[in-house]
């Protein structure tokens, strides 16, 4: 599905008007394969010229309508990724996996891998859950040595 496409239809189901910042912000955030900061966003878009509330405003609204949801990476800095393409639930986010690389330092929605239910004690209730992985992602990993 060409990007431009997977934009409208994205903002659609989640029933956003396709405004020209929408559209901008979520092509940046479905342009990369990791997790971005506001900071990075803004970096992205460059000279195009969106002022940093509309910015925040945004990323609000749409963290809030289920196309992007916050990725928790032992910094303090808060990123955010797209959600999966089939995902409608706002409860999706609590599902998956992510993964801190300690080498490119960028962290990775590993939608495939499912955060394992965990059996809580006594009237603990959780509300929501953040698994992150750190360790060498597979675009750093050394590269095979040659074999002899
Ligand atoms: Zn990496
Ligand atoms: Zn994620």
Do not use: W
């Not at 903002?11 to 979520?26: D, F, M, N, Y």
């Not at 878009?45 to 809030?64: C, K, V, W």
């Amino acid at each position: 599905m060409p990007l431009t496409t997977r934009i409208t239809e994205t903002l659609a189901q989640h029933g956003l008007r396709a405004t020209p910042i929408r559209r901008q912000v979520l092509q940046v955030l479905l342009s990369k394969p990791y997790a971005l900061s506001s900071n990075d966003i803004e970096q992205e878009l460059g000279s195009a010229g969106i002022d940093r509330i509309t910015l925040y405003r945004t990323l609000r609204t749409f963290e809030q309508q289920g196309v992007i949801h916050r990725v928790v990476d032992a910094t303090d800095i808060i990123h955010y990724a797209s959600c999966s393409v089939d995902c409608t639930e706002h409860a999706h986010h609590d599902n998956h996996v992510h993964f801190k690389c300690n080498a490119c330092q960028h962290t990775y929605c590993l939608n495939q891998v499912a955060i394992p239910p965990v059996v809580l004690p006594g009237r603990f209730q959780a509300q929501r859950s953040d698994l992150l992985l750190s360790g060498i992602c597979n675009k750093c990993q050394p590269s095979q040595p040659a074999a002899h």
